[in-house]
């Protein structure tokens, strides 16, 4: 789980899509949008 800026991602992400963290793709779980910017929460390694 991490927070983001919306100003640092520059489209919204979703459910399902497969997103880079710390190097290695990760599938999203959730999607919060609060406080201008998104808590992204990952679900296991997929690569």
């Given amino acids: 789980m991490f927070f983001v800026q919306k100003e640092h991602m520059p489209d919204q992400p979703v459910i399902d899509q497969i997103m880079e963290f710390d190097g290695?793709?990760?599938?999203?779980?959730?999607?919060?949008?609060?406080?201008?910017?998104?808590?992204?929460?990952?679900?296991g390694n997929v690569g």
């Fill in 24 to 43: 290695e793709l990760y599938q999203v779980g959730n999607v919060l949008e609060d406080f201008g910017g998104y808590t992204i929460i990952l679900r």
